[in-house]
Structures are given as structure tokens and as C-alpha cells.
């Protein structure tokens, strides 16, 4: 029998040196019968061929001998490697055929999918049964997947983290011809474990431990290997404004100078690779972009374009990495140059020929974007009326605004006029209306008098009065009632107020009766005005019974009553005396148009 025994076979494939020590006992027959069995030893010292081979998970060990020279198979085992197993004793016994006999060892770790990961052997071990044996060197090599690879690359190229911050680094396994073997077990490390660390071997985070930079080796369990460069940063400590602040533009147009953000660290140092975010803040503005990486000096930088307002602007800048701290920059935008004039007060007043207007006109001067333009010369200059002017050159003000100093209106009632100027913007223009003393001092007949309509019509023109003042000016604001003074006519709107050229009309004037109609239009203080309208009498299309029908009386003799008839909607009624004939002279209904007071024999029953 063979005993033997592999100590500290870790299931993480870190096989620990030692001795695999087999006890053998031999059995076997000579020519003067049974002998008893001899003790064999049989010692191993298991290895890796990779230091990094812990990072494959193992599920199984497979443990085969075969004879030599035969082939036989004296013992193939299969044992568990549990995931927090540290080691494993083997102890396997073994018929020998002969003393001496030598077997060859073949042992493969697989993973816990059925790969194949590592294997060592076939090798040729004899054991010894005489004293110690001397341990037989087993070397495990990588096999499984990724086994062929020839390269490996680093898929970031230099990477930097704060000190006490991580980041991850990944590579890939590449075959002969380039490409990618995915799957393939890549081993991580630090070659400079004072600045950076990698905690665990599988993986290719890396931690920051001091500032500096640190090389980190990606490895394959074959051998190949690539190495990166991680910087290790002391973390941000703050953010500040570093140039371009304090800028003055025109409004809408970019600064001259880029806007500069400075992130450093705690002992004034800055900081690389930080993302700094601006944001316009006040002003309308734009910057060339929202976030910027901090360079190797921990600036970073964009361009910003001012907003359309006049005056002061901002943008803020800001940084994930320092909660609450922020830079602010500050721009001063001044208007582009007069783009629009435009009248702000004074126009369309009216006052005494010969006096000032009560509200000096004054003008708004902006530029292309609307803003208000300050010391801005305007010249205001009379163009109808013959009047004057005081401070006929002002200047904007602070708002944009110019106002002349005084307009006077010229001595003649009626329209005048003032243009305001900017040297290559077109004038605007002021009214006013120049009027006489006092208020309205005469009312006459503006349109409406002498009119003809039917009765119980309205005319086809509503009366009007004109109000005017002694220079002959019309007066507005005065108030006029119309009220119906002959014909029992109606009106409409009976009080009017005079207009800017001193008419008041009244509604509508419906007449009364036919003839003769009469509107009275009455101001105070004046003198009124009567309107005249003839009312007429359409043509008659019908004649209506009235009275006298269905009477009787003696032949020969005239009705009691007389027979009355009328034009519908006309007033107009007729009467006429019936006279009875004798019977037989006449039986035919006679017809005749029915005068007022006019008697008519007509037959002996009717009369038409």
C-alpha cells in the first residue's frame, strides 16, 4: 500500500510549500512464500507556476497514478475543495506489484464550471523505503481559459484618484493575432504599495494612500504583463475665481478673455482631473460649455457671451468634489449704441395759443437690444405752429430718457408740432393743439338741420352742434343734451360730450307727427340750437273701414252716420255722405276715391 498524503492544497489554488509524505507498504511474493509488507515513503513539494494563481476559484482536485511502463491506472481519485477550505490531507493507499516500482503522478485542479485550471504532472515518482525520501518537486501551471493568451493591455492609460478615493483600471487578455479572450484571470498589484494599493488581486481597483504616483501591473497566470500609471491627487480643498472675472462688453457679445476657475488642494496645490460645472447666474448670458475638467494645474476655462441687460452679470462655478463652495465671476455689460428712438411722454396735448404745453415731451433712446442708452445727445426742433422751445438739446439720462426743457405753442388755434432727433435714427413727432381762451363761448349747427323723413322715421343724419371758443377753436369736454321741442318725435343718446374737434352729436332723432319737427341742443352758458325736420305722408296703398257701415234709411235719403275710411299708418282719414237711392234706379255699386267732407250718391246698398 501507498499512503499519501498534500497538505495545504487551498482551495484559492495558493498551494503552500511543503512535503507530501506517501507511506508504502509493500506486499508481495518470492520464491520461499509470503513476506511481510515493508513501509514505503513517498514525499512531493507542490508549487505554482504563477504567485498570482489564487485569484481562480477551484471546486476539485483530480489525483491519478499509472504504472510504468504498463499505463495501468493504480488510482484515480477525485476529492472537494471547498470555498473556505485552507487545506487538504490526502491519504491514498496503493498496491504495489513489485519493490521499487515507479508510478507517474498526474494531479488537475478544476473550477467550480468543470475547467480545467491548473495542472502538474505527469511526473515519475518512486517511493523510498529507506528512510526520509527526498520530496519530488510538483509544479502546477495555469491551463484554462486564456491559457494561449500572449499579451495583455491595460485598457486606461494614466489614471489619477484623491488619496483615500479608488478607481478601477480594466485590462484584456489578447491571443497571438489581437484579439480578445474574454474570461481569461488577470492579477492586479502595486509596485509602489506606499502611494496606491490594490486590495484585492482579482480586480483592478486601486486605492489612493499618499501623493505621488504608483505603478500598477495587470498580469497574466502565464506570464505576460502590462503596467499603468496611477497619479494619486490630495483631494480638492477649494474653488476659486483665478482670472477673467471683472470683465466690460457690450451687451450680447462674448468677453475677450475666458473665464477661469482654480480647484486646490489643501496645501495650495492644484488639483487635476475635477469637473468643474459654470452656470450664468444673473445676466441672461451663455458659456461655451456647462462642465470642464481641471488640467494639471487645476484650472479650468470657458468662454462666456453677456446677456442682452445692461449692467452687472455673474456666472458661478461649482464642483461636486466641495459641497456648498463655489467661484463667482463678475461682467459689466454696456449698451451697443442707439438703435431706436421712441416718444416716453408729451405728445398729443392741447393748450392756450401762445403757453407751454403742461407735460414737456420727452424721448427714449435704447439700443439693439432695448436697453436704455445713457448721455445720448437728441435735438427737438419746432415743425408746424410757430413755437419755441427751451433746452432744445438734452441728453440721455441714466433710463435713456431726454426731455426738452419747454415747448410753448405758436399764436395761431390750431395743430403744432415737434420732432425729436438722433443722429442716424428716424425723428418721432410731437402734437398738440393750440386753442383759444377760455372755454366754449359760441354753439352752432354742425350737420343735421333742414332734413325730410316720413313720420315716425328717424332722420337719416343725427344732429350735431360745433363748440367753439373766441379765437374760434373747437372746444372739447363740453356736454350737450338734445331734447325733442315740437312734432312728438324721440331721440337717442340725448346727452353728447364734444370731441377734440368740438362736435357733440346726439344718438338718432325719430320724428312725430307729419310737418313740421323740432330738436333743441342746449349747452350751459349758451345760447341754444334748434334743429328742423319735415315729417311727410307716404302714399296710400289701402283704405280701412271705419265707421258707418251696415246703416239703413229711407230711399232717396242720406245715412244717419257718415262713412270714415283711413290710409293704414298714414293718420290721414276721409269722410263721405251716403245717400239712399230709390229702388231701381240705380243697381249697380258705384266707386269713387273717398274725399274729406265730400258726399257721393253711390247704389242703394254700399258705397265704396
Not at 468643474?276 to 445676466?283: K, S
Not at 352752432?444 to 374760434?472: H, I, M, Y
Not at 305722408?537 to 229711407?554: E, L, N, P, R, T
Request: aromatic content about 4%.
Amino acid at each position: 500500500m501507498v499512503a499519501m498524503y498534500l497538505p495545504r492544497i487551498r482551495p484559492a489554488l495558493t498551494l503552500a510549500t511543503g512535503a507530501a509524505a506517501a507511506a508504502l507498504l509493500l506486499s508481495c511474493a518470492d520464491h520461499t512464500g509470503p513476506r511481510e509488507p515493508v513501509p514505503a515513503h513517498l514525499a512531493v513539494a507542490p508549487g505554482f507556476a504563477s504567485a498570482a494563481a489564487g485569484i481562480v476559484p477551484l471546486a476539485h482536485g483530480r489525483i491519478l497514478l499509472t504504472r510504468v511502463p504498463s499505463g495501468d491506472i493504480a488510482k484515480d481519485t477525485v476529492i472537494a475543495l471547498a470555498p473556505a477550505q485552507d487545506s487538504v490531507d490526502l491519504s491514498l493507499t496503493v498496491m504495489l506489484l513489485e519493490p521499487n516500482e515507479t508510478f507517474l503522478l498526474t494531479i488537475a485542479l478544476t473550477t467550480p464550471a468543470g475547467d480545467t485550471a491548473f495542472r502538474a504532472g505527469p511526473i515519475e515518482v518512486t517511493p523510498s523505503t529507506g528512510g526520509a525520501p527526498t520530496p519530488v518537486p510538483v509544479t502546477f501551471v495555469y491551463v484554462g481559459v486564456g491559457a494561449n493568451a500572449a499579451s495583455v493591455a491595460i485598457g486606461t492609460g494614466a489614471a489619477s484618484v484623491f488619496i483615500g478615493d479608488t478607481v478601477t483600471l480594466t485590462a484584456t487578455a489578447l491571443d497571438a493575432g489581437g484579439t480578445a479572450i474574454p474570461g481569461t484571470p488577470i492579477a492586479w498589484r502595486s509596485l509602489d504599495t506606499l502611494t496606491a494599493t490594490v486590495p484585492v488581486e482579482a480586480t483592478g481597483r486601486v486605492v489612493g494612500r499618499a501623493s505621488g504616483s504608483a505603478r500598477i501591473v495587470a498580469e497574466l497566470l502565464t506570464g505576460p504583463a502590462d503596467t499603468a500609471l496611477v497619479n494619486v491627487l490630495p483631494p480638492p480643498a477649494a474653488i476659486a475665481a483665478d482670472s477673467g472675472s471683472g470683465q466690460t462688453a457690450p451687451a450680447g457679445s462674448a468677453l475677450p478673455d475666458r473665464i477661469v476657475a482654480r480647484v486646490t488642494a489643501g496645501d495650495g496645490s492644484g488639483v487635476a482631473n475635477v469637473w468643474v460645472r459654470f452656470a450664468v447666474t444673473l445676466g441672461g448670458g451663455t458659456v461655451s460649455a456647462d462642465s470642464v475638467l481641471t488640467d494639471a494645474t487645476g484650472r479650468a476655462g470657458v468662454a462666456w457671451t453677456l446677456g442682452n441687460v445692461v449692467g452687472t452679470q455673474t456666472v458661478t462655478a461649482t464642483t461636486a468634489r466641495l459641497a456648498g463652495a463655489s467661484a463667482s465671476f463678475t461682467a459689466t455689460s454696456t449698451p451697443t449704441g442707439a438703435g431706436a428712438i421712441a416718444i416716453a411722454a408729451g405728445d398729443a396735448q392741447s393748450a392756450l395759443v401762445g403757453t407751454a404745453v403742461a407735460t414737456a415731451p420727452s424721448v427714449l433712446v435704447t439700443d439693439g437690444q432695448g436697453n436704455p442708452i445713457p448721455n445720448v445727445g437728441v435735438t427737438f426742433a419746432v415743425t408746424q405752429g410757430n413755437g419755441s422751445l427751451t433746452g432744445a438739446t438734452p441728453t440721455t439720462d441714466g433710463n435713456g430718457i431726454a426731455t426738452v426743457g419747454s415747448w410753448t405753442l405758436g399764436p395761431t388755434v390750431g395743430l403744432n408740432a415737434l420732432s425729436a432727433t438722433v443722429t442716424g435714427l428716424t425723428p418721432v413727432q410731437f402734437v398738440a393743439l393750440g386753442t383759444g381762451a377760455g372755454g366754449a363761448t359760441t354753439m352752432t349747427v354742425s350737420t343735421g338741420n333742414g332734413q325730410t323723413a316720413l313720420a315716425q322715421t328717424a332722420v337719416p343724419t343725427p344732429p350735431a352742434v360745433l363748440l367753439t371758443d373766441t379765437a374760434g377753436a373747437p372746444v372739447a369736454g363740453a356736454t350737450v343734451v338734445f331734447a325733442v321741442t315740437g312734432g312728438g318725435g324721440t331721440v337717442t343718446g340725448d346727452s353728447a360730450t364734444s370731441n377734440a374737434s368740438g362736435v357733440a352729436a346726439v344718438g338718432s332723432w325719430t320724428l312725430g307727427t307729419p310737418g313740421l319737427n323740432e330738436l333743441t341742443a342746449s349747452a350751459a352758458g349758451l345760447p341754444d340750437v334748434v334743429f328742423q325736420a319735415t315729417g311727410t305722408v307716404g302714399a296710400a296703398y289701402a283704405v280701412v273701414k271705419i265707421s258707418g257701415d251696415a246703416q239703413s234709411a229711407d230711399a232717396g235719403t242720406a245715412a244717419v252716420r257718415r262713412a270714415t275710411s283711413a290710409a293704414p299708418n298714414h293718420n290721414l282719414r276721409t269722410q263721405g255722405l251716403i245717400t239712399v237711392l230709390p229702388v231701381g234706379q240705380s243697381n249697380r255699386h258705384a266707386s269713387t276715391r273717398l274725399m274729406p267732407c265730400k258726399r257721393k250718391v253711390l247704389g242703394p246698398n254700399s258705397v265704396s
